[in-house]
């Protein structure tokens, strides 16, 4: 008799191995209670997967039908709409106009995106270095501008740059040899979308600061001092040990400032209100609603929809593959 044989009891031998001598049968059975608990995180989250369903995913799905049908104002009106196929997508691919707008919002998304990347990490990294009464002094002013919607930012930075009483011509028109007093921002493309990323980055900046200082948290100070003591200076720090300790939450900004860039809309459309040449200042957002709602052709928006969809997703991913990364370490 062998010595395993001696030290297992014949009973328990058998329980161990099961009734057929498998040991792939000696998998301990749940109880009812516990297979309940298994069960139950899908249950918990069902409620918001429902509501996202019928928020979210129903008017994508009638987006999506809408761009392979030729959809007008008699269909709005009741009239059946006519199952046209790849037509309205070849009809925006194929359009000029399409990829101007596309490359200029691309561009737009791209010059916003760094520079609000970038003040937001700078004031993150002042706050460090801050007194409590002047950090939450900062952070009041912060949390003002990101609590401001975005229409009503747009309206004040409108007043702001008015041509006749814009505070920000009279300032500079005191500096010697400036005399802008009765120059219009908007008129200009390029100026046009100067001021544009002023607001757009204004109202961007408080989200990025508070998350990139929420992450300052992760950094070693042990690691910041040793480097520090061995004459690395600030740039060099921030390069070789607070970018790579941050990098998961560098790229959950940069995903989400894109999406939020690429499709912004309010403030372009409320400063063309205002005195913006709509031809040449036209970003994506607003020309899906130009060719849906102002020229009635929904079929063609939503094929221009459903590619903005596309590219937004493809952003998304890249956020939704970094969240599964951090949760497998």
């Not at 030290?7 to 009812?32: C, F």
């Not at 009041?140 to 011509?169: C, E, H, K, R």
């Not at 036209?282 to 590219?311: E, F, M």
């Amino acid at each position: 008799m062998s010595v395993a044989q001696q030290t297992i009891p014949p009973g328990q031998n058998e329980q161990l191995t099961g009734a057929g001598g498998d040991p792939r049968s000696a998998a301990p059975r749940l109880s009812p209670r516990a297979r309940r608990a298994r069960f139950a995180p899908a249950f918990l989250v069902f409620p918001a997967i429902a509501v996202l369903a019928v928020v979210i995913g129903w008017p994508l799905v009638q987006l999506l039908i809408m761009s392979f049908q030729e959809y007008g104002r008699a269909q709005v009106f009741g009239a059946p709409a006519e199952f046209v196929g790849l037509a309205n997508y070849l009809e925006v691919l194929t359009d000029q106009r399409f990829w101007e707008v596309m490359s200029r919002s691309i561009l737009f998304c791209v010059v916003n995106v760094v520079i609000s990347v970038s003040l937001g990490t700078l004031i993150a990294l002042l706050m460090q270095q801050l007194s409590k009464p002047f950090k939450l002094l900062l952070s009041i002013g912060l949390l003002l501008a990101w609590a401001m919607p975005a229409l009503s930012a747009t309206i004040v930075w409108g007043w702001l740059f008015d041509t006749q009483y814009g505070v920000i011509n009279y300032v500079l028109s005191q500096l010697p040899g400036v005399d802008l007093i009765g120059h219009s921002w908007l008129q200009n493309p390029l100026s046009f979308f100067a001021v544009a990323t002023v607001i757009v980055t204004w109202g961007a900046v408080p989200f990025i600061t508070f998350t990139v200082f929420a992450g300052l948290t992760q950094v070693s100070e042990e690691m910041l001092e040793a480097a520090q003591l061995d004459g690395a200076g600030a740039v060099q720090r921030f390069r070789l040990i607070i970018a790579p300790t941050m990098r998961s939450v560098f790229v959950v900004v940069i995903v989400l400032s894109v999406i939020w860039d690429l499709r912004v809309f309010t403030q372009i459309f409320a400063l063309q209100g205002i005195g913006g040449n709509v031809r040449e200042t036209t970003t994506i957002g607003v020309y899906i609603y130009q060719v849906a709602l102002g020229g009635g052709d929904y079929g063609s928006g939503g094929a221009i929809a459903v590619i903005l969809v596309l590219l937004l997703f493809g952003a998304a991913f890249v956020y939704i593959r970094q969240n599964l990364k951090e949760e497998e370490k």
